[in-house]
């Protein structure tokens, strides 16, 4: 089977078939090139649905839950995106390809690396990948788009101020075994919307909030 093809038949047979329908998102997903963000001892599951082992004990998400992901932020080319990991840099080209600008934050230095040198040879450009832990981000900082390649155990409130008014944050929250992932919209300066998407599980992000014990 060719890549065209092994591409094609991700695209159909795995990421169509969990009810992503959006034409743009489908087409983005046909051009980045996933291949190339995967290591060469592990490019044979490159199109598989399955989360593909990286450095640092961190694994690239299905093709799946990208598609849904990218179908619930519904970018239209014009959006400046956070992403908060980076990790091989793939999700980080399909919001690219989506938007107008990417910043991406990875906590892992050799991941950052990684990612940078992966988006370099597709030639993407206006995209920055920071070895920056987020829990530490600059709330000054407004952006149309955020996307959560990690999970955090309870929502936290610092990645929701991140949002412009009409914003989209895509994340998911919970522990195994379930977890939820949310559709969160910024309406005004004070109001949020949530919205339940689909169920999954996904590495955990690095000095995430923990919820509070119980004390007796």
Do not use: K
Not at 90 to 106: D, K, Q
């Amino acid at each position: 089977m060719s890549t065209v093809q092994a591409r094609e038949q991700m695209i159909e047979q795995q990421v169509r078939a969990w009810d992503v329908l959006d034409a743009r998102v489908l087409e983005i997903l046909r051009q980045v090139p996933r291949e190339a963000f995967v290591a060469p001892q592990h490019r044979f599951l490159a199109f598989a649905d399955v989360e593909i082992p990286l450095p640092c004990g961190q694994h690239m998400l299905r093709p799946s839950v990208v598609g849904r992901l990218l179908q619930a932020l519904a970018l239209t080319g014009s959006e400046r995106v956070l992403e908060v990991g980076a990790g091989s840099g793939f999700v980080t080209a399909c919001l690219r390809a989506g938007g107008a600008f990417v910043r991406s934050l990875e906590i892992f230095p050799e991941l950052a690396e990684l990612s940078r040198r992966n988006i370099a040879s597709v030639g993407l450009r206006e995209v920055e990948i920071l070895a920056q832990d987020a829990t530490g981000l600059d709330s000054d900082i407004r952006y149309d788009a955020i996307a959560m390649t990690a999970s955090l155990p309870v929502p936290d409130d610092r990645f929701l101020r991140q949002l412009a008014v009409g914003g989209r944050l895509f994340v998911v929250v919970g522990d195994p075994p379930v977890m939820e992932a949310r559709l969160i919209r910024r309406i005004t300066e004070d109001a949020w919307g949530t919205e339940s998407l689909f169920e999954t599980v996904i590495d955990p992000l690095v000095h995430a909030t923990r919820p509070q014990g119980f004390v007796f």
